[in-house]
């Protein structure tokens, strides 16, 4: 019995082996499960889901997965492989949507491997033509993908897949845009209206070009450079605001800074010493942000991939924050933050306001006014004035913040004074008055733009003192504070007279509604006439160039001294001191009573009197405004402008601002920008 038992078990085993021979069985091969289970983790299963060829440097695993139901080798295809992308598509049974967001992942694959041709390096043509035309393949099934498949983007839109397609061709059409700029459209590009700009043949293609979209600075037709936003990586920024969407994200730079960058040197005719050539008055932000379509023309996916033209077109993000596609309303990406933050980076702001006050060459020598977009009369005017020894860059997350809010970027756009901050107080107001009208005037001659009524003005530090100058009433107060402590000569008083007038006496701009004075030494601070600020200011040099236009003029108001040798002729620093005749009959100047008036004062220490209080260099009493509607008192020292809660309150008075009107353009909270860490 147990031999019979014996053989009928051999026998068993022998079939089973012959069957798992046959069949290649791995179940009767090794006498175990198909299928195994091990857990994931949540990170694990998002990289799992999310990860692919921009992220991880692998394909994404739907497109491994749609390799294998293809019968496709999928390790060859892992690698950048033309044959996999030629095959692909002949293969009968994978739905459109599956095959053309794989086939966009393989081509943005096989343009990565290749090197990008770089900005006036030798390039090889067979290879820029290879990486350009497989960013437009992975540009055009991506947009086939998006638009010519069965169902819509927004019966897709909480799809992880339909997140990476639109990451692939926003990449795709970053990599291409700047390739095409550098190595065809910069040196083939005409001289007239950028809009104008015709046809580029380039990899077998055709582009359409169209710049209408972009608000290009006045006498500008195409940028020196075009640099992706997402390839800038800042210090100093707290915040990177960008608005997620459709597109390529990039900042245009049209120009060298005319100011913070040295002006050329211009030789006069004959023997003459070579001299600067004067920088503009004002100039629009050099730097700013646009975004960049590809739009691939076709009725149906099948037309879109037989055509070899695509439409390039690029947009102004501050006007345009969506576009209609096929029947579709699709959001524009965007990035507030990356234009203004290279241009200050590139800026040398830092270095060229010390040389200013300590009159050095290179540095400057009348306000300049910086637009932060390209000027846009719908949009009001944020209006910022630095303090001593200080530049824009005392701004730099004040402006980014504002800019960053989409109710305030929609309702405003920011201007901002470089001014020299040696010179006498009175001198500087009155040429940022002149100033700021000029460029009101230049843009909007007849005045009855939004953008040149009811501006808001910020100043801090210094700033805030000339602030106060540019809404206040002189009357005869400050010509007869200063003249008549001086007992000028009346024919000497009679030469300087038209030249002295402007500074000392003035009434409120009437463009300005609203006014925020942040750390603002109205009455003058006690460090300013201090041993310390005695020794500063006679560190600080005034320029030849306003030496030779107003020197009699400051030498008249610098008076005698008991020796009866000129005195010292008075700079910024002289004007801050809380003894100076100047700042002391200003802080008695009536404001414009029209002008809605905010203060922002800092406190070294949230210990003891408000009272008594200062931030290190300005005293509470002196920063106080009676009749302000708001004043919020932050502990911190004096540049208390750049402190979260001061630009916290900046927002709220500016958005306190907007609610009093009417014309306000409504905020769009569904398309806010996305605050990112400084990159």
């Known amino acids: 019995m147990s031999g019979r038992l014996h053989g009928w078990a051999w026998r068993a085993v022998v079939a089973a082996l012959l069957v798992a021979g046959l069949g290649g069985c791995a179940i009767l091969r090794e006498f175990g499960p198909s299928v195994a289970v091990a857990p994931m983790t949540p990170g694990e299963t998002i990289a799992l889901q999310r990860g692919d060829i921009l992220t991880t440097g692998r394909l994404s695993a739907a497109t491994a997965q749609t390799i294998r139901v293809a019968g496709l080798d999928a390790d060859a295809c892992a690698q950048p492989s033309v044959d996999c992308i030629r095959a692909l598509p002949d293969v009968d049974g994978i739905a459109d949507e599956r095959r053309l967001s794989a086939m966009s992942e393989l081509w943005l694959q096989q343009a990565l491997a290749l090197p990008r041709p770089e900005a006036g390096a030798a390039v090889d043509p067979a290879t820029a033509d290879a990486r350009l035309q497989a960013l437009l393949e992975a540009a055009r099934h991506a947009y086939a993908y998006l638009f010519h498949t069965a169902r819509t983007p927004g019966e897709r839109a909480f799809e992880d897949r339909q997140t990476q397609v639109r990451d692939w061709y926003n990449q795709a059409v970053q990599e291409a845009s700047t390739q095409l700029f550098d190595t065809r459209i910069r040196s083939a590009s005409p001289a007239g209206d950028p809009a104008d700009t015709g046809p580029v043949e380039a990899a077998g293609w055709t582009l359409h070009l169209d710049m209408a979209g972009v608000r290009l600075p006045e006498g500008t037709t195409m940028p020196q450079e075009l640099l992706p936003a997402s390839s800038l990586a800042f210090q100093g920024l707290r915040s990177i605001y960008r608005r997620d969407g459709f597109g390529a994200e990039l900042v245009a730079v049209m120009a060298d800074d005319p100011v913070a960058v040295v002006a050329p040197v211009v030789p006069d005719a004959g023997d003459a010493p070579a001299r600067r050539r004067p920088p503009p008055a004002w100039s629009e932000m050099p730097s700013p942000s646009l975004t960049v379509l590809f739009r691939f023309p076709g009725e149906d996916a099948a037309a879109v991939l037989a055509m070899r033209e695509v439409q390039v077109s690029a947009h102004d993000p501050y006007v345009e924050d969506t576009i209609a596609l096929r029947g579709q309303a699709v959001p524009l990406a965007a990035n507030f933050s990356a234009g203004y933050g290279l241009w200050l980076a590139r800026s040398g702001f830092a270095v060229q306001s010390l040389r200013t006050l300590l009159g050095r060459e290179r540095g400057i020598e009348r306000p300049h006014l910086y637009l932060m977009q390209p000027y846009d009369p719908q949009r009001r005017i944020v209006l910022m004035l630095h303090g001593l020894a200080s530049s824009p860059e005392a701004w730099v997350n004040v402006a980014n913040e504002i800019m960053g809010d989409e109710a305030l970027r929609q309702n405003y756009q920011v201007w901002q004074v470089y001014y020299p901050t040696n010179m006498p107080i009175a001198l500087n107001q009155a040429e940022i008055r002149r100033l700021v009208l000029e460029t ?43 003249t008549e402590s001086r007992e000028l000569d009346p024919a000497r008083l009679a030469r300087i007279r038209p030249r002295l007038e402007p500074m000392l006496r003035f009434e409120p701009l009437p463009q300005v509604g609203r006014a925020v004075f942040i750390a603002a030494p109205h009455r003058g601070t006690e460090v300013a006439g201090s041993r310390l600020g005695r020794w500063m200011s006679r560190l600080v040099r005034l320029p030849l160039t306003l030496l030779e236009g107003f020197g009699d003029v400051i030498q008249a108001l610098a008076g005698d001294d008991a020796r009866g040798r000129d005195a010292r002729s008075p700079n910024s620093i002289d004007n801050l001191s809380q003894d100076d005749p100047f700042v002391r009959a200003a802080a008695q100047l009536p404001i414009a009573p029209a002008v809605r008036l905010h203060s922002i004062v800092a406190r070294r220490s949230g210990e003891g009197a408000l009272a008594d209080s200062d931030d290190g260099l300005v005293p509470y009493r002196s920063a106080h405004l009676p009749g302000a509607l708001s004043e919020k008192v932050i502990v911190s020292g004096h540049s208390v402008q750049e402190t979260a809660p001061a630009i916290l309150e900046i927002r709220r008075i500016l958005h306190e601002d907007l609610a009093g009107r009417t014309d306000a353009a409504p905020a769009q909270p569904a398309r806010e920008a996305v605050a990112e860490p400084g990159r």
């Open 440 to 482: 009101l005037a230049h843009f909007d001659p007849g005045g009855q733009a939004p953008a040149s009524r009811d501006i808001v003005l910020v100043g801090h530090s210094m700033g805030g003192v000339i602030a106060r100058l540019l809404v206040s009433s002189s009357g005869d107060a400050l010509w007869n504070a200063v």
